[in-house]
């Protein structure tokens, strides 16, 4: 089992810059595919981007070339890089650990004002 904690949110005017960090603990950090997710209020959870053992990135079209997803797994630590950001980015964001179940994070809250 995998406990996540998710850091980083904030309050940000449009075109700014975020960094998430999703911190993993209790299990061996490596075979998880992890991935960031968001939910905006009355939308569904949708994916962002993930991010597969093997460093293989997979990212949403509406985030593409904007955000960036990365992973250092001698901190069992996964990132969220968001560059400019626009109000339509505003959501809480989770973090996910898939490894034959998936694990989520509390979630952190982004908001880009315009």
């Known amino acids: 089992q995998v406990q996540l904690v998710e850091s980083g949110g904030g309050l940000v005017q449009a075109g700014g810059s975020l960094r998430l960090s999703c911190a993993a603990s209790g299990s061996i950090f490596r075979p998880y595919v992890m991935g960031w997710y968001r939910q905006a209020p009355g939308k569904q959870r949708e994916l962002v981007a993930t991010i597969t053992s093997g460093d293989s990135t997979n990212y949403a079209d509406s985030v593409k070339g904007r955000f960036t997803i990365s992973r250092d797994n001698a901190k069992s630590t996964v990132y969220l890089q968001m560059n400019s950001l626009k109000p339509e980015d505003t959501a809480v964001y989770y973090c996910?650990?898939?490894?034959?179940?998936?694990?989520w994070g509390q979630g952190t809250q982004v908001t880009v004002s315009s």
């Open positions: 996910a650990a898939v490894y034959r179940m998936t694990y």
